[in-house]
């Protein structure tokens, strides 16, 4: 924050493509397992009968007898065989099965029913179901494959097509549980990678800020809490919490344009002429230059086809983030009254961020040590917020400042000056 040393004698003071890049770096890298696992999958067709879990369904006793002797002398121990259909849903409801054998044709809830229910159940829908039925019309059988029937098996039973089906959807059920382990292990590995990015770019775009503050003999810290004093305005604004956590970052970079003038300009002890001031401006332009996707760099930022320049490296990213950052870059400095820089736009035409952002950086510039200047009182400060209010400040955010001041002096305490975080 720089703050024309006339101030000080007057009162008036959008994890869109994280996910995607995520999602990119780790597809490749699930692809790769994927393609690792494709020969193991071969050993699919190897069903162990002793662990998978099996329920039978038919209102003839005769019939659930039989399909479970043929199931049991095949090697399958897990079995449950009931002639009530309404028990047969309650029962799926409730135990984890593999394959689900059903008749057609029962009393209170046929197979079809039962299927319907199966597939609007979001823990049911993936259990492959054989249809057991003595019926041969397509009707009745192009109804269950509607409703998500694995197979079907004709009446009377044969047993090696019975043996034969029930392993088939065995392995469709195999298929499927491994599928969505996959996709669990490639989800958690989105989330950590998106993490990292994350942190990665949270880092950035901290050294970032804290290359423009050193130029101007300011401290780290600087950028740090102006982040947060703009977290906090924001969410007592009740931007949501992506907002907030957007604007934390975007604005450490509020000054980032400083990184364009010259040394003689913001290293000046003594108090800058007109001209100088003038210059001195310009860093709102440069700055959103900087941090626009479709900016270009300053003239002194050099690359090269190979070696491509921080800037052009951060531009690379056209994101929420270093859009917003942008804005803030360039409006931190309008003033509610119109009469701000580098625009001079007025009132509500100043987008949201930028005249949070005036709030905090002006807060912060004014009670820290400069060395042109010694802190103002927390008091001090706050009457000159209040006697900008309406003027140089959008009234809602000072509100919105003055209702949040436990945490702004939390903030302080945490992020001090000449000190390591704490």
């Given at each position: 924050?720089?703050?024309?040393?006339?101030f000080f004698d007057?009162?008036?003071?959008?994890?869109?493509?994280?996910?995607?890049?995520?999602?990119?770096?780790?597809?490749?890298?699930?692809?790769?397992?994927?393609?690792?696992?494709?020969?193991?999958?071969?050993?699919?067709?190897?069903?162990?009968r002793k662990s998978?879990?099996?329920?039978?369904?038919?209102?003839?006793?005769?019939?659930?007898?039989?399909?479970?002797?043929?199931?049991?002398?095949?090697?399958?121990?897990?079995?449950?065989?009931?002639?009530?259909?309404?028990?047969?849903?309650?029962?799926?409801?409730?135990?984890?099965?593999?394959?689900?054998?059903?008749?057609?044709?029962?009393?209170?809830?046929?197979?079809?029913?039962?299927?319907?229910?199966?597939?609007?159940s979001q823990r049911?829908?993936?259990?492959?179901?054989?249809?057991?039925?003595?019926?041969?019309?397509?009707?009745?059988?192009?109804?269950?494959?509607?409703?998500?029937?694995?197979?079907?098996?004709?009446?009377?039973?044969?047993?090696?097509?019975?043996?034969?089906?029930?392993?088939?959807?065995?392995?469709?059920?195999?298929?499927?549980?491994?599928?969505?382990?996959?996709?669990?292990?490639?989800?958690?590995?989105?989330?950590?990678?998106?993490?990292?990015?994350?942190?990665?770019?949270?880092?950035?775009?901290?050294?970032?800020?804290?290359?423009?503050?050193?130029?101007?003999?300011?401290?780290?810290?600087?950028?740090?809490?102006?982040?947060?004093?703009?977290?906090?305005?924001?969410?007592?604004?009740?931007?949501?919490?992506?907002?907030?956590?957007?604007?934390?970052?975007?604005?450490?970079?509020?000054?980032?344009?400083?990184?364009?003038?010259?040394?003689?300009?913001?290293?000046?002890?003594?108090?800058?002429?007109?001209?100088?001031?003038?210059?001195?401006?310009?860093?709102?332009?440069?700055?959103?230059?900087?941090?626009?996707?479709?900016?270009?760099?300053?003239?002194?930022?050099?690359?090269?086809?190979?070696?491509?320049?921080?800037?052009?490296?951060?531009?690379?990213?056209?994101?929420?983030?270093?859009?917003?950052?942008?804005?803030?870059?360039?409006?931190?400095?309008?003033?509610?009254?119109?009469?701000?820089?580098?625009?001079?736009?007025?009132?509500?035409?100043?987008?949201?961020?930028?005249?949070?952002?005036?709030?905090?950086?002006?807060?912060?510039?004014?009670?820290?040590?400069?060395?042109?200047?010694?802190?103002?009182?927390?008091?001090?400060?706050?009457?000159?917020?209040?006697?900008?209010?309406?003027?140089?400040?959008?009234?809602?955010?000072?509100?919105?400042?003055?209702?949040?001041?436990?945490?702004?002096?939390?903030?302080?305490?945490?992020?001090?000056?000449?000190?390591?975080?704490?």
């Amino acid at each position: 924050m720089w703050i024309d040393r006339h101030f000080f004698d007057t009162p008036e003071i959008d994890r869109t493509e994280l996910i995607s890049l995520t999602t990119a770096i780790a597809g490749v890298e699930a692809a790769r397992q994927l393609e690792q696992r494709a020969d193991s999958n071969a050993s699919l067709t190897m069903i162990d009968r002793k662990s998978a879990r099996l329920l039978v369904v038919d209102d003839e006793p005769i019939n659930v007898e039989v399909v479970t002797a043929y199931l049991e002398d095949a090697g399958y121990e897990q079995i449950v065989a009931l002639t009530d259909s309404v028990q047969a849903l309650v029962a799926l409801e409730q135990q984890p099965f593999d394959v689900a054998l059903l008749d057609i044709m029962m009393p209170r809830l046929s197979g079809l029913d039962m299927l319907a229910r199966m597939r609007a159940s979001q823990r049911l829908q993936h259990i492959p179901a054989i249809v057991m039925t003595a019926a041969s019309d397509r009707a009745t059988k192009r109804r269950a494959i509607e409703l998500g029937a694995a197979d079907f098996l004709n009446k009377p039973f044969d047993p090696e097509e019975l043996l034969a089906r029930t392993e088939n959807a065995l392995i469709r059920k195999s298929h499927f549980d491994r599928m969505q382990s996959y996709a669990r292990e490639l989800e958690q590995q989105v989330e950590q990678r998106t993490a990292e990015l994350v942190s990665s770019q949270m880092q950035l775009v901290y050294c970032l800020g804290r290359a423009a503050e050193y130029r101007d003999n300011e401290t780290g810290m600087h950028v740090l809490r102006v982040g947060r004093f703009s977290g906090v305005i924001a969410d007592q604004l009740g931007m949501g919490e992506i907002a907030v956590r957007q604007i934390e970052m975007a604005a450490t970079l509020h000054d980032i344009g400083k990184l364009g003038l010259p040394d003689s300009i913001l290293l000046k002890p003594g108090r800058l002429d007109e001209d100088e001031i003038e210059v001195m401006r310009r860093h709102a332009l440069l700055g959103r230059e900087i941090v626009s996707p479709t900016g270009s760099a300053p003239s002194d930022a050099a690359s090269s086809p190979t070696q491509p320049s921080g800037f052009d490296l951060l531009r690379s990213f056209d994101s929420p983030l270093l859009k917003m950052a942008s804005t803030i870059a360039a409006t931190h400095h309008e003033r509610w009254d119109g009469t701000g820089y580098p625009l001079g736009l007025r009132g509500e035409a100043i987008p949201l961020t930028g005249r949070i952002v005036a709030v905090a950086d002006v807060y912060d510039a004014l009670s820290s040590r400069r060395p042109y200047k010694e802190p103002f009182s927390h008091q001090q400060c706050l009457d000159m917020l209040q006697a900008g209010r309406g003027t140089h400040f959008d009234p809602l955010v000072v509100d919105a400042f003055f209702a949040r001041l436990e945490d702004v002096r939390s903030i302080q305490a945490r992020f001090q000056d000449g000190g390591s975080q704490t």
